[in-house]
């Protein structure tokens, strides 16, 4: 993508001050985000869909679109919606 403003990675040991709490965040809140969204790539910043898509090249694409001018870089987080399947019981043979 050229001249992004969304930095989707970072050095060893610089880890960017909103990358847990958007984690916590979108673990929190991942069945509202199921019903809302679907099983859906997302972009989060700061506890904020910024992205969607069905793909997570589609999903930086939306994020990047949707940002305001005024931004000039920021360090989101990328996530995969998607229903988690229940084990019930395992046998071993």
Not at 70 to 75: A, N, P, Q, S
């Amino acid at each position: 993508m050229e001249n992004a403003r969304i930095r989707m990675g970072h050095a060893y040991g610089e880890t960017p001050p909103n990358v847990f709490t958007d984690f916590d965040w979108v673990r929190r809140h991942e069945r509202e985000l199921l019903e809302q969204y679907g099983e859906c790539s997302i972009i989060v910043f700061q506890q904020q869909v910024i992205g969607i898509g069905p793909t997570y090249d589609e999903a930086l694409v939306d994020a990047e679109r949707n940002l305001p001018s005024d931004v000039d870089e920021i360090t989101p987080i990328h996530e995969r919606l998607h229903q988690r399947q229940p084990f019930f019981r395992v046998h071993p043979r």
